[in-house]
């Protein structure tokens, strides 16, 4: 019995010894994390402001004071982390709309970073799992790095401009890819992102992926047929749909819609996603409303 005692209590100190060597390395790396995060320090620039109100539907539903917001978000984002090109030019407008896509999908969630981030390469087309763009089996329109390429994520420059042209077809690239790197956030790539998720929240998001996984497999439901590959593929899927069709998902999928917005913290069936995207020439009347031409307004 004595014998026994002592492995046990010699155990149980090992995992909490673990545990507070986990604990104080995690907030060691959180503190070096956050002496070196960049903070925008002015305003966006108006090209920028232009791009957004032209091609991101999701900015141009926000109100005047959450679109100030989502401009810093990405602002702050574009700050800390590199977007290049490969054998492709890249340009504002790219960057900006890699930044759109990820802070679309936490724009509910305050004070998130993608920390574990350090690139996003675009591709001039699709690719295959060695990279290589040309030759066969290129399916791949996007890809979050592991192994050598941790810290960084792949994207198609076409994929990426596609899914901002069309808002209703229920895909998006890139924010498919950044999901996937949320869901990363703690540890795994696996469909449940315990970071968001609250403990009484895991058991019934888990059993309905498990259903509606089912409905696809037997054809009876409008989500993406590649959300039936796994539960990670299932959690970007409909991660997709809900920030494009979020008032046809509640409809549809009610009980998915309030396990998203739980997770995501953001109510988008509120968001007007069918307000169409402003086309602004120097003489059109600036969108902040202040009665001035874009041109002696935001444009300047």
Known sequence: MAIFITIV???VALFLLLKYIWTQQTASETNLYESDWIKPQSAIAPAWKKILLEKVVFY?????????????RIQEFLLNHKVTGV?????????????????????????WHYHHLDEVLLYPQR????FETSGDDRSILGMVGTGFMEGTMI????ALHLGFSNESDKKNTAIHEFIHLIDKQDGEIDGVPD????KQYTLPWLDLINQKIDLIYENKTDINPYGGTN??????????????????????HPDLYRLL???????MAERNMKKRRLEIGRNSPCPCDSGKKFKKCCGV
Do not use: C, W
């Open 155 to 158: 994207l198609s420059k076409p």
């Open 195 to 198: 970071v968001l998720l609250t």
């Open 261 to 267: 917005e739980e997770i995501y913290k953001h109510d």
């Open 9 to 11: 209590f010699g155990s």
């Open 231 to 252: 539960r990670a593929e299932f959690f970007a899927v409909t991660s997709e749909y809900f920030f494009e069709r979020p008032k046809l998902m509640e409809h549809k």
């Open 60 to 72: 141009n539903a926000l109100s005047s004071e959450e679109q100030k917001h989502f401009e810093y």
């Open 127 to 130: 690719f295959n799992h060695d």
């Open 87 to 111: 054998k492709v030019d890249i340009n504002t407008t790219d960057k900006v709309l890699v930044a759109a896509s990820a802070i679309i999908p936490v724009f509910g969630i305050e004070h």
